[in-house]
């Protein structure tokens, strides 16, 4: 059953006016419904997807092409160096920085993507964090690369046992994140996760879409659009970051299809193996994202078909959207 626990209206109204956010599974079409929306209404766009804010990855992370770059201004993609762990509040700041050079207001954006806890941050804010000394941050980010990911989580059950039992042992970067925040303030990353931010858009003007796709029909959309980055120099892409010998647990390197293609360019399985299981891995990654929308996402969210976003062109369903 959805919740409505995304958009919370008594917390108090947000300084972006009229945004509209559009979420859904990858390969869903919402970024084509927001272009044809941008398009319609003079609006920007603005990336709300995690994976689509790294440079380098443009093919392999299904960025807009440089064709639909050209036809509507779209911020917030391809800016952060996959060296960089980019965090939801990073990305919030940014957003905020947009909205301080005045940016949206003649022109509303449109924020598209498919990561959940983009479009929480909007609807809700987020709870501010402690700033992290430089010191404390290069120990803990040594000691992860030295002693791995399952030994720190060890560590974090001893003094944070509820943040520890909350995270897998081998999500080295959260974990990380919790023992430094702890070390920084003397308090639980929980306890400033508890602390209720504030909404950043206006709820009462914004309108709320989420495209839900059929599933037959999102599969055969997911294996085609990867034939075609293939095609489209996604293997010089991951020649690229690989060159770039970064540490396997930043969130840039467990962009889908980097571990698959390097370890068939590695000679570790067949190039047919590599992008099967990319497409298996695509299609669990948009079973989750479907998930977590239908359970976080309330009745304020405008539940569309994945037809409206573009996937067989004009249709009305999306056309009637206000």
Do not use: C
Request: neutral net charge; aromatic residues 6%.
């Amino acid at each position: 059953m959805a919740t409505s626990g995304i958009v919370n209206s008594g917390q108090g109204e947000g300084r972006i006016k009229n945004a509209t956010l559009i979420a859904g599974p990858t390969a869903s079409g919402k970024s084509a419904l927001a272009l044809k929306l941008a398009e319609r209404d003079g609006d920007l766009i603005v990336n709300a997807d995690s994976m689509q804010v790294y440079g380098v990855l443009d093919v392999l992370t299904a960025r807009p092409s440089a064709e639909d770059l050209g036809r509507v201004r779209h911020f917030l993609y391809g800016h952060v160096s996959p060296a960089i762990a980019y965090s939801t509040g990073s990305w919030l700041r940014d957003v905020a920085r947009l909205a301080d050079s005045g940016l949206f207001e003649e022109k509303p954006p449109i924020f598209v993507g498919g990561t959940g806890l983009y479009f929480r941050a909007l609807a809700e804010g987020i709870s501010a964090m402690p700033d992290i000394p430089a010191e404390i941050r290069d120990r803990w980010r040594w000691r992860l690369n030295e002693e791995g990911a399952p030994r720190l989580h060890r560590l974090l059950m001893r003094v944070d046992s509820e943040m520890a039992m909350r995270l897998k042992a081998s999500d080295g970067q959260r974990i990380v994140r919790a023992l430094e925040v702890l070390e920084a303030s003397g308090r639980s990353i929980l306890k400033w996760q508890a602390d209720r931010g504030h909404p950043v858009i206006d709820l009462a003007t914004a309108r709320f879409i989420v495209i839900e796709p059929e599933r037959e029909l999102l599969i055969r959309r997911i294996d085609a659009r990867f034939d075609k980055m293939i095609e489209a120099g996604a293997l010089d892409e991951v020649k690229a970051i690989t060159a770039m010998r970064l540490a396997p647990e930043l969130p840039a390197m467990k962009a889908i299809g980097v571990r698959e293609l390097a370890a068939a360019m590695a000679g570790e399985m067949s190039f047919d193996e590599a992008i099967e299981r990319a497409k298996i891995a695509t299609r669990q990654y948009a079973k989750r994202q479907s998930t977590w929308f239908r359970n976080q996402f309330g009745s304020e969210w405008r539940r569309i078909g994945g037809e409206a976003g573009g996937l067989a062109g004009a249709g009305a369903e999306w056309w009637d959207l206000q």
